[in-house]
């Protein structure tokens, strides 16, 4: 069994980030968040991104609406951000208080500034496999993680056990592509998949990305399996955990990542790669990818 150190490969990309950044003549890039309400853990996530934007060099706002606002409202707090030429992307930390549809905050987003890689434009460029729009931000860490440690994923089997718009779906979108690093065979698995161990004890690559604490079990998992863990669940005791049974799977695997340090870390670097990306777009500068 190897860890995969999703730590160690996302400072090593912050490092190439910042150097990109401070050769830039005038204004820097810029990334503006957008919080509604005090949900403590949306909190946390914003200021992990705002300090990894600080250390690089990115500037960022944060504007921190009421729970209260209105649809319309936040709406237009999105279209300010949208029209000023001062603001390269925008993030709306999910989730959001249920009187406000999410799918219409996505739509807002122009998709030039769409670092979060959900709107459905930037969704349609990645399932074409067009090198232009954005990648959501956890698939795409966890494709460059494969890559970065040199684990084949051209013609393998991956299971993903989890079908969520913002990793399992994009996530088989990405790795089924005809591009290097990728071309795998992949099969989406969820809650109401019949024979689940039958499917997961096949996959060559076994991806958790259920919510579900200590979820995959070694009995569902093939040895030397490469095993990554997307999910992040607090126990009663404060403990953060992941999807997979760690301590009973991992000597079973050849790499496994681990929670915390290993996708999560991947997913701020890969946000910081699309505001620059953003920027550069903003220039006609070339893709970063």
């Not at 950044?21 to 005090?38: H, N, T, W």
């Not at 970065?148 to 013609?155: A, L, T």
């Not at 698995?189 to 004890?201: G, K, P, V, Y």
Request: net charge positive; hydrophobic share 40%; with cysteine.
């Amino acid at each position: 069994m190897r860890l995969i150190d999703g730590k160690k490969i996302a400072l090593e990309l912050e490092e190439q980030i910042r150097a990109q950044v401070a050769v830039i003549q005038g204004r820097k890039p810029s990334l503006a968040f957008i919080l509604v309400g005090d949900n403590a853990a949306s909190q946390t996530y914003v200021r992990a991104k705002k300090r990894a934007c600080a250390a690089i060099g990115i500037l960022s706002t944060l504007t921190h609406l009421p729970s209260t606002i209105s649809q319309d409202e936040l709406l237009r707090e999105i279209d300010l951000l949208n029209r000023n030429p001062n603001v390269d992307g925008i993030l709306v930390q999910l989730p959001l208080p249920m009187h406000i549809n999410d799918r219409a905050v996505m739509l807002s987003i122009n998709p030039e500034k769409d670092v979060d890689g959900f709107h459905p434009v930037n969704i349609g460029k990645m399932l074409l496999g067009e090198d232009h729009g954005f990648l959501p931000c956890t698939p795409h860490g966890i494709k460059i993680l494969l890559q970065k440690y040199n684990i084949p994923v051209e013609g393998k089997h991956v299971v993903i056990v989890g079908r969520s718009n913002i990793v399992g779906k994009p996530l088989a979108a990405i790795l089924m592509q005809k591009r290097p690093h990728c071309n795998a065979t992949v099969t989406i698995a969820h809650s109401q998949s019949e024979h689940l161990t039958d499917i997961t004890q096949s996959a060559d690559i076994l991806v958790a990305a259920i919510g579900k604490a200590h979820f995959i079990k070694k009995e569902m998992v093939k040895p030397k399996a490469v095993v990554i863990d997307v999910g992040i669940n607090r126990l009663c005791d404060g403990k953060i955990v992941g999807d997979v049974d760690f301590e009973n799977v991992a000597p079973i695997t050849s790499w496994i990542s681990p929670v915390p340090g290993g996708v999560g870390p991947m997913t701020i670097a890969m946000l910081m790669q699309n505001t620059l990306y953003c920027y550069n777009k903003l220039y006609n500068s070339p893709s970063l990818r």
